[in-house]
Protein backbone atom coordinates (compact mmCIF):
# COMPACT_ATOMS: atom_id res chain seq x y z
CA UNK A 1 0.00 0.00 0.00
CA UNK A 2 1.19 3.38 -0.81
CA UNK A 3 1.79 6.03 2.46
CA UNK A 4 -1.57 8.12 0.85
CA UNK A 5 -4.37 6.98 -0.79
CA UNK A 6 -5.95 10.19 -2.16
CA UNK A 7 -3.14 13.75 -2.56
CA UNK A 8 -3.96 17.28 -3.51
CA UNK A 9 -2.06 18.70 -5.91
CA UNK A 10 -1.88 22.75 -6.39
CA UNK A 11 -0.53 23.66 -9.54
CA UNK A 12 -0.51 21.86 -12.71
CA UNK A 13 2.78 23.05 -13.96
CA UNK A 14 5.65 20.70 -14.63
CA UNK A 15 6.08 20.00 -10.72
CA UNK A 16 2.34 19.53 -10.10
CA UNK A 17 1.71 17.49 -13.66
CA UNK A 18 4.59 15.36 -13.02
CA UNK A 19 3.67 14.60 -9.49
CA UNK A 20 -0.18 13.94 -10.55
CA UNK A 21 0.52 11.59 -13.41
CA UNK A 22 3.01 9.02 -10.91
CA UNK A 23 0.99 9.29 -7.93
CA UNK A 24 -2.26 8.52 -10.13
CA UNK A 25 -0.62 5.80 -12.03
CA UNK A 26 0.28 4.06 -8.82
CA UNK A 27 -3.44 3.92 -7.79
CA UNK A 28 -3.30 7.05 -5.78
CA UNK A 29 -6.87 9.37 -5.82
CA UNK A 30 -5.60 13.03 -7.02
CA UNK A 31 -7.09 16.11 -7.25
CA UNK A 32 -4.75 18.34 -9.30
CA UNK A 33 -6.17 21.95 -9.60
CA UNK A 34 -4.78 25.49 -10.90
CA UNK A 35 -5.86 28.95 -10.41
CA UNK A 36 -5.45 29.66 -14.13
CA UNK A 37 -8.60 28.69 -16.31
CA UNK A 38 -6.11 27.04 -19.23
CA UNK A 39 -2.59 26.40 -18.39
CA UNK A 40 -1.63 25.51 -21.86
CA UNK A 41 -3.00 29.13 -23.34
CA UNK A 42 -0.14 30.72 -23.73
CA UNK A 43 4.21 30.87 -23.07
CA UNK A 44 7.19 30.89 -24.51
CA UNK A 45 9.78 28.21 -24.95
CA UNK A 46 11.61 25.86 -22.86
CA UNK A 47 15.11 24.63 -22.94
CA UNK A 48 14.59 20.59 -21.31
CA UNK A 49 17.84 19.30 -20.03
CA UNK A 50 18.68 15.26 -20.18
CA UNK A 51 17.95 14.87 -16.81
CA UNK A 52 14.68 16.59 -17.34
CA UNK A 53 14.40 14.73 -20.32
CA UNK A 54 14.95 11.53 -18.26
CA UNK A 55 12.11 12.30 -15.82
CA UNK A 56 9.45 13.01 -19.08
CA UNK A 57 10.86 9.39 -20.45
CA UNK A 58 9.78 8.07 -16.79
CA UNK A 59 6.02 9.69 -16.64
CA UNK A 60 5.81 8.10 -20.46
CA UNK A 61 5.67 10.99 -22.61
CA UNK A 62 9.26 10.78 -24.36
CA UNK A 63 7.61 10.08 -27.17
CA UNK A 64 5.55 13.00 -27.69
CA UNK A 65 8.15 15.47 -26.18
CA UNK A 66 10.23 14.41 -29.21
CA UNK A 67 7.56 14.87 -31.48
CA UNK A 68 6.88 18.22 -30.34
CA UNK A 69 10.04 19.88 -29.80
CA UNK A 70 13.52 20.30 -31.48
CA UNK A 71 16.76 17.97 -29.98
CA UNK A 72 20.15 18.89 -30.06
CA UNK A 73 23.27 18.05 -28.72
CA UNK A 74 25.97 20.60 -29.17
CA UNK A 75 25.99 24.23 -27.55
CA UNK A 76 27.36 27.26 -30.29
CA UNK A 77 29.50 29.87 -28.79
CA UNK A 78 29.44 33.43 -31.07
CA UNK A 79 30.87 36.59 -30.40
CA UNK A 80 29.09 39.62 -30.13
CA UNK A 81 31.25 40.96 -33.68
CA UNK A 82 29.71 42.06 -37.12
CA UNK A 83 30.02 38.65 -38.11
CA UNK A 84 28.50 37.21 -35.18
CA UNK A 85 31.62 34.67 -35.71
CA UNK A 86 31.21 30.82 -34.16
CA UNK A 87 33.75 30.70 -31.71
CA UNK A 88 32.98 27.22 -30.68
CA UNK A 89 31.17 24.37 -31.31
CA UNK A 90 30.88 22.55 -27.77
CA UNK A 91 29.41 18.93 -27.29
CA UNK A 92 26.39 19.01 -24.98
CA UNK A 93 26.64 16.63 -21.98
CA UNK A 94 24.15 14.02 -22.36
CA UNK A 95 22.65 14.31 -18.77
CA UNK A 96 19.90 11.83 -19.12
CA UNK A 97 21.58 9.13 -20.49
CA UNK A 98 23.33 8.27 -23.86
CA UNK A 99 19.99 7.19 -25.14
CA UNK A 100 18.37 10.60 -24.85
CA UNK A 101 19.61 13.77 -26.85
CA UNK A 102 21.59 16.71 -24.42
CA UNK A 103 18.81 19.04 -24.96
CA UNK A 104 15.44 19.62 -26.17
CA UNK A 105 13.67 22.93 -26.70
CA UNK A 106 10.36 22.91 -26.67
CA UNK A 107 7.16 25.04 -26.66
CA UNK A 108 5.88 25.74 -23.39
CA UNK A 109 2.01 25.30 -23.89
CA UNK A 110 2.74 21.90 -26.08
CA UNK A 111 4.49 20.52 -22.56
CA UNK A 112 1.57 21.35 -20.62
CA UNK A 113 -0.69 20.04 -22.92
CA UNK A 114 1.37 17.02 -22.97
CA UNK A 115 1.47 16.67 -19.50
CA UNK A 116 -2.10 17.55 -18.57
CA UNK A 117 -3.21 14.75 -21.20
CA UNK A 118 -0.82 12.04 -19.56
CA UNK A 119 -2.14 12.96 -15.98
CA UNK A 120 -5.73 13.04 -17.18
CA UNK A 121 -5.27 9.58 -18.56
CA UNK A 122 -3.40 8.55 -15.60
CA UNK A 123 -6.60 9.46 -13.91
CA UNK A 124 -6.22 12.27 -12.01
CA UNK A 125 -9.10 14.70 -11.88
CA UNK A 126 -8.10 18.76 -12.96
CA UNK A 127 -9.86 21.22 -12.05
CA UNK A 128 -8.76 24.57 -13.34
CA UNK A 129 -9.74 27.89 -12.29
CA UNK A 130 -9.46 27.03 -8.96
CA UNK A 131 -7.26 27.63 -5.71
CA UNK A 132 -7.24 27.00 -2.39
CA UNK A 133 -8.92 29.28 0.23
CA UNK A 134 -7.64 27.60 3.53
CA UNK A 135 -6.21 24.37 4.72
CA UNK A 136 -6.44 22.94 7.92
CA UNK A 137 -3.98 20.34 8.93
CA UNK A 138 -4.82 18.19 11.53
CA UNK A 139 -3.73 19.17 14.88
CA UNK A 140 -0.47 17.66 15.73
CA UNK A 141 -0.80 14.84 14.03
CA UNK A 142 1.18 11.38 14.59
CA UNK A 143 3.61 11.28 11.74
CA UNK A 144 2.09 8.81 10.37
CA UNK A 145 -1.18 9.62 10.40
CA UNK A 146 -3.69 12.26 9.97
CA UNK A 147 -4.82 14.65 7.15
CA UNK A 148 -5.33 18.03 5.57
CA UNK A 149 -8.83 19.24 5.16
CA UNK A 150 -9.27 21.54 2.43
CA UNK A 151 -11.73 24.45 1.55
CA UNK A 152 -11.57 25.82 -1.92
CA UNK A 153 -12.33 29.30 -4.22
CA UNK A 154 -15.36 27.81 -5.24
CA UNK A 155 -16.52 27.39 -1.50
CA UNK A 156 -16.61 23.59 -1.97
CA UNK A 157 -14.20 21.11 0.25
CA UNK A 158 -12.09 18.25 0.71
CA UNK A 159 -9.95 16.19 2.99
CA UNK A 160 -6.66 14.24 1.87
CA UNK A 161 -3.74 12.60 3.07
CA UNK A 162 -1.04 14.39 1.62
CA UNK A 163 -1.83 18.36 -0.36
CA UNK A 164 1.39 19.19 -3.01
CA UNK A 165 2.18 22.76 -3.13
CA UNK A 166 3.33 22.76 -6.57
CA UNK A 167 2.19 26.19 -7.10
CA UNK A 168 5.53 28.14 -8.08
CA UNK A 169 7.68 31.08 -7.34
CA UNK A 170 4.80 32.92 -5.59
CA UNK A 171 3.64 30.05 -3.58
CA UNK A 172 0.45 31.02 -2.38
CA UNK A 173 0.51 27.27 -0.14
CA UNK A 174 4.04 28.69 1.15
CA UNK A 175 2.54 30.97 2.82
CA UNK A 176 -0.50 29.55 4.19
CA UNK A 177 1.73 26.69 5.91
CA UNK A 178 3.67 29.94 7.42
CA UNK A 179 6.91 29.71 5.27
CA UNK A 180 7.73 33.49 4.86
CA UNK A 181 10.84 32.92 2.99
CA UNK A 182 10.50 35.08 -0.45
CA UNK A 183 12.02 35.03 -3.69
CA UNK A 184 14.72 37.43 -4.31
CA UNK A 185 15.77 39.22 -7.33
CA UNK A 186 19.36 38.53 -8.94
CA UNK A 187 20.12 42.06 -10.73
CA UNK A 188 19.30 40.34 -14.40
CA UNK A 189 16.16 40.38 -16.48
CA UNK A 190 15.15 38.88 -19.70
CA UNK A 191 13.49 39.57 -22.71
CA UNK A 192 11.98 36.27 -24.35
CA UNK A 193 10.58 35.90 -27.51
CA UNK A 194 8.80 33.39 -29.26
CA UNK A 195 8.22 33.24 -32.83
CA UNK A 196 9.43 31.17 -36.44
CA UNK A 197 12.56 29.23 -36.93
CA UNK A 198 15.01 30.31 -39.73
CA UNK A 199 17.00 27.54 -41.15
CA UNK A 200 20.18 28.91 -39.56
CA UNK A 201 19.30 27.66 -36.33
CA UNK A 202 19.44 24.09 -35.19
CA UNK A 203 20.70 24.31 -31.68
CA UNK A 204 21.27 27.23 -29.30
CA UNK A 205 24.27 29.79 -29.69
CA UNK A 206 25.27 32.09 -26.89
CA UNK A 207 26.37 35.19 -27.99
CA UNK A 208 28.17 36.75 -23.97
CA UNK A 209 28.98 40.35 -24.02
CA UNK A 210 28.07 43.50 -26.55
CA UNK A 211 25.51 45.73 -24.91
CA UNK A 212 23.50 42.69 -22.85
CA UNK A 213 24.94 40.22 -21.02
CA UNK A 214 23.60 37.55 -23.21
CA UNK A 215 21.86 36.72 -26.50
CA UNK A 216 20.65 33.32 -27.00
CA UNK A 217 18.14 31.33 -29.30
CA UNK A 218 16.65 27.63 -28.70
CA UNK A 219 14.99 25.55 -31.25
CA UNK A 220 11.83 24.84 -30.32
CA UNK A 221 10.51 22.53 -33.20
CA UNK A 222 10.64 22.74 -37.19
CA UNK A 223 8.82 25.73 -37.43
CA UNK A 224 9.89 27.84 -34.09
CA UNK A 225 11.71 28.50 -31.59
CA UNK A 226 12.70 31.03 -28.68
CA UNK A 227 15.12 33.81 -28.80
CA UNK A 228 16.29 35.91 -25.35
CA UNK A 229 18.38 38.88 -24.51
CA UNK A 230 19.60 39.16 -20.77
CA UNK A 231 20.38 42.76 -19.47
CA UNK A 232 20.55 44.17 -16.30
CA UNK A 233 17.33 44.26 -14.49
CA UNK A 234 15.19 47.19 -15.25
CA UNK A 235 11.59 47.97 -14.67
CA UNK A 236 9.73 47.15 -18.43
CA UNK A 237 6.55 46.97 -16.80
CA UNK A 238 5.93 50.42 -17.85
CA UNK A 239 6.51 49.43 -21.79
CA UNK A 240 3.59 48.88 -24.09
CA UNK A 241 4.09 45.40 -25.91
CA UNK A 242 5.07 47.42 -28.79
CA UNK A 243 7.58 49.22 -26.96
CA UNK A 244 8.65 45.86 -25.14
CA UNK A 245 9.51 44.14 -28.49
CA UNK A 246 10.97 47.43 -29.92
CA UNK A 247 13.38 47.40 -27.19
CA UNK A 248 14.47 44.07 -27.84
CA UNK A 249 15.50 44.73 -31.33
CA UNK A 250 17.24 47.42 -30.34
CA UNK A 251 19.48 45.31 -28.44
CA UNK A 252 19.61 42.36 -30.66
CA UNK A 253 20.75 44.82 -33.47
CA UNK A 254 24.42 44.64 -31.60
CA UNK A 255 24.10 40.90 -32.69
CA UNK A 256 25.08 38.96 -36.00
CA UNK A 257 25.02 35.52 -37.68
CA UNK A 258 22.02 33.72 -37.23
CA UNK A 259 20.21 36.62 -35.32
CA UNK A 260 20.27 38.15 -38.59
CA UNK A 261 17.88 35.83 -40.24
CA UNK A 262 15.59 36.40 -36.31
CA UNK A 263 15.47 39.76 -36.24
CA UNK A 264 13.50 40.31 -39.16
CA UNK A 265 10.90 37.53 -38.01
CA UNK A 266 10.35 38.99 -34.47
CA UNK A 267 7.07 40.81 -35.32
CA UNK A 268 4.36 40.20 -32.83
CA UNK A 269 4.87 42.69 -29.79
CA UNK A 270 2.14 39.90 -28.08
CA UNK A 271 4.82 36.96 -28.47
CA UNK A 272 7.74 39.15 -26.51
CA UNK A 273 7.92 39.27 -22.70
CA UNK A 274 10.24 40.34 -19.83
CA UNK A 275 10.83 38.89 -16.38
CA UNK A 276 13.50 39.88 -13.72
CA UNK A 277 15.45 36.90 -12.62
CA UNK A 278 14.95 35.41 -9.05
CA UNK A 279 16.26 33.15 -6.83
CA UNK A 280 15.19 31.54 -4.19
CA UNK A 281 16.23 28.39 -1.63
CA UNK A 282 13.91 27.33 0.81
CA UNK A 283 15.58 26.20 4.33
CA UNK A 284 14.28 22.16 4.47
CA UNK A 285 12.24 20.80 5.36
CA UNK A 286 10.08 21.95 2.44
CA UNK A 287 6.83 20.10 4.34
CA UNK A 288 5.00 21.19 7.34
CA UNK A 289 3.23 17.89 8.16
CA UNK A 290 1.09 16.34 5.18
CA UNK A 291 1.60 19.51 3.04
CA UNK A 292 4.60 19.49 1.00
CA UNK A 293 6.37 21.89 -1.04
CA UNK A 294 8.31 21.46 -4.36
CA UNK A 295 9.58 22.62 -7.79
CA UNK A 296 9.58 26.55 -7.49
CA UNK A 297 7.48 27.03 -4.58
CA UNK A 298 10.51 25.43 -2.64
CA UNK A 299 13.36 26.55 -5.06
CA UNK A 300 13.67 28.88 -7.53
CA UNK A 301 16.72 29.43 -9.95
CA UNK A 302 17.30 32.28 -12.75
CA UNK A 303 17.62 30.29 -16.02
CA UNK A 304 21.57 30.52 -16.59
CA UNK A 305 21.43 27.20 -16.50
CA UNK A 306 18.43 26.07 -17.91
CA UNK A 307 17.50 23.78 -15.00
CA UNK A 308 14.09 24.94 -13.22
CA UNK A 309 11.95 23.12 -14.89
CA UNK A 310 14.24 19.81 -14.73
CA UNK A 311 14.70 19.98 -10.58
CA UNK A 312 10.87 20.45 -10.85
CA UNK A 313 10.40 17.50 -12.23
CA UNK A 314 12.83 15.33 -10.26
CA UNK A 315 10.88 16.85 -7.25
CA UNK A 316 7.75 14.76 -8.48
CA UNK A 317 10.10 11.89 -9.63
CA UNK A 318 11.64 11.40 -5.63
CA UNK A 319 8.19 12.49 -4.44
CA UNK A 320 6.30 10.17 -6.05
CA UNK A 321 8.64 7.29 -5.72
CA UNK A 322 9.05 7.77 -1.61
CA UNK A 323 5.13 7.68 -1.39
CA UNK A 324 4.36 4.46 -3.28
CA UNK A 325 7.04 2.62 -1.90
CA UNK A 326 6.58 3.13 1.92
CA UNK A 327 3.59 2.01 4.30
CA UNK A 328 3.66 5.83 6.06
CA UNK A 329 4.23 8.98 5.24
CA UNK A 330 6.21 9.26 8.19
CA UNK A 331 9.62 11.75 9.34
CA UNK A 332 11.39 9.24 8.02
CA UNK A 333 9.79 9.47 4.30
CA UNK A 334 10.25 13.25 5.19
CA UNK A 335 14.01 12.85 5.63
CA UNK A 336 14.34 11.13 3.18
CA UNK A 337 13.15 13.37 0.42
CA UNK A 338 14.86 16.22 1.79
CA UNK A 339 18.44 14.15 1.55
CA UNK A 340 17.90 13.48 -2.04
CA UNK A 341 16.39 16.66 -3.06
CA UNK A 342 17.86 19.70 -0.93
CA UNK A 343 21.62 19.74 -1.51
CA UNK A 344 21.18 18.70 -5.20
CA UNK A 345 18.46 21.62 -5.82
CA UNK A 346 20.21 24.23 -3.48
CA UNK A 347 23.38 23.32 -5.46
CA UNK A 348 21.66 24.03 -9.13
CA UNK A 349 20.01 27.53 -7.48
CA UNK A 350 23.32 28.38 -6.25
CA UNK A 351 25.28 27.73 -9.75
CA UNK A 352 22.98 29.42 -11.74
CA UNK A 353 23.05 32.70 -9.33
CA UNK A 354 26.65 32.21 -10.01
CA UNK A 355 26.95 32.53 -13.20
CA UNK A 356 25.11 35.33 -13.62
CA UNK A 357 27.13 37.33 -10.63
CA UNK A 358 30.38 36.31 -11.97
CA UNK A 359 28.62 38.92 -15.51
CA UNK A 360 26.88 41.88 -13.10
CA UNK A 361 30.46 41.68 -11.28
CA UNK A 362 32.34 41.81 -14.34
CA UNK A 363 34.58 38.88 -13.30
CA UNK A 364 35.96 36.11 -15.57
CA UNK A 365 35.08 33.02 -13.13
CA UNK A 366 35.62 29.31 -13.48
CA UNK A 367 32.39 28.78 -15.75
CA UNK A 368 34.30 25.75 -17.32
CA UNK A 369 34.83 24.23 -14.05
CA UNK A 370 31.36 25.25 -12.56
CA UNK A 371 29.18 23.86 -15.06
CA UNK A 372 31.40 20.30 -15.17
CA UNK A 373 30.38 20.40 -11.27
CA UNK A 374 26.74 21.10 -12.49
CA UNK A 375 26.61 18.59 -15.15
CA UNK A 376 27.90 15.79 -13.26
CA UNK A 377 25.92 16.25 -10.42
CA UNK A 378 22.42 15.85 -12.83
CA UNK A 379 23.93 12.97 -14.46
CA UNK A 380 23.22 11.21 -11.14
CA UNK A 381 20.08 10.13 -11.25
CA UNK A 382 17.84 12.31 -8.98
C1 LIG B 1 12.62 33.60 -17.76
C2 LIG B 1 12.69 32.16 -17.36
C3 LIG B 1 13.14 31.21 -18.25
C4 LIG B 1 13.23 29.87 -17.88
N1 LIG B 1 13.71 28.96 -18.75
C5 LIG B 1 13.84 27.67 -18.38
C6 LIG B 1 14.35 26.71 -19.27
O1 LIG B 1 14.65 27.01 -20.44
N2 LIG B 1 14.48 25.43 -18.83
C7 LIG B 1 14.11 25.05 -17.57
O2 LIG B 1 14.23 23.88 -17.22
N3 LIG B 1 13.62 25.95 -16.70
C8 LIG B 1 13.46 27.24 -17.08
N4 LIG B 1 12.94 28.15 -16.21
C9 LIG B 1 12.49 27.68 -14.89
C10 LIG B 1 11.16 26.95 -15.02
O3 LIG B 1 10.23 27.71 -15.75
C11 LIG B 1 10.60 26.65 -13.65
O4 LIG B 1 11.61 26.14 -12.81
C12 LIG B 1 9.48 25.62 -13.72
O5 LIG B 1 8.43 26.12 -14.52
C13 LIG B 1 8.98 25.29 -12.32
O6 LIG B 1 7.88 24.44 -12.44
P1 LIG B 1 6.77 24.47 -11.29
O7 LIG B 1 5.77 23.45 -11.71
O8 LIG B 1 7.41 24.35 -9.96
O9 LIG B 1 6.15 25.92 -11.34
P2 LIG B 1 5.32 26.64 -12.47
O10 LIG B 1 5.74 26.15 -13.82
O11 LIG B 1 5.40 28.09 -12.18
O12 LIG B 1 3.83 26.13 -12.26
C14 LIG B 1 3.06 26.56 -11.15
C15 LIG B 1 1.59 26.40 -11.48
O13 LIG B 1 0.85 26.74 -10.32
C16 LIG B 1 -0.23 27.54 -10.67
N5 LIG B 1 -0.59 28.35 -9.51
C17 LIG B 1 0.03 29.45 -9.03
N6 LIG B 1 -0.59 29.89 -7.93
C18 LIG B 1 -1.62 29.04 -7.69
C19 LIG B 1 -2.60 28.96 -6.70
N7 LIG B 1 -2.66 29.85 -5.69
N8 LIG B 1 -3.52 27.96 -6.76
C20 LIG B 1 -3.48 27.06 -7.77
N9 LIG B 1 -2.55 27.08 -8.75
C21 LIG B 1 -1.62 28.06 -8.71
C22 LIG B 1 0.25 28.36 -11.85
O14 LIG B 1 -0.84 28.82 -12.63
C23 LIG B 1 1.12 27.34 -12.59
O15 LIG B 1 0.39 26.63 -13.56
C24 LIG B 1 12.85 29.48 -16.56
C25 LIG B 1 12.38 30.44 -15.67
C26 LIG B 1 12.30 31.76 -16.05
C27 LIG B 1 11.80 32.77 -15.05
Not at 135 to 144: E, F, I, M, N, T
Amino acid sequence: MPAVSNVLVIGAGLAGTATAIGLAAGGVAVDLIDVKPAVDAAGSGITMQGNGLRELRRLGVWEAVRAAGYPFSSLGLRAPDPAGTLLAEIPDARTGGADLPATVGLPRPALARILIDRALAAGARLRLGTSVSSLDPDPAPDPGSGGVGVVFSDGSAGRYDLVVGADGVRSATRKMIGITDEPQPTGMGIFRAFGPRPASVTRTDLIYGGPSYIAGYCPTGEATLYAYIVEDARDRSVLSQEQRLAAMLELAEAYHGPWDDIRPTLTDPAAVSYTQFEQLVVPAPWNRGRVVLIGDAAHACPPTLAQGGAQALEDAAVLTELLLSRPVADDALWAAFTARRFDRARTVVEASCQLGQWQLDHQQGDVPGLLAAITALVSQPA
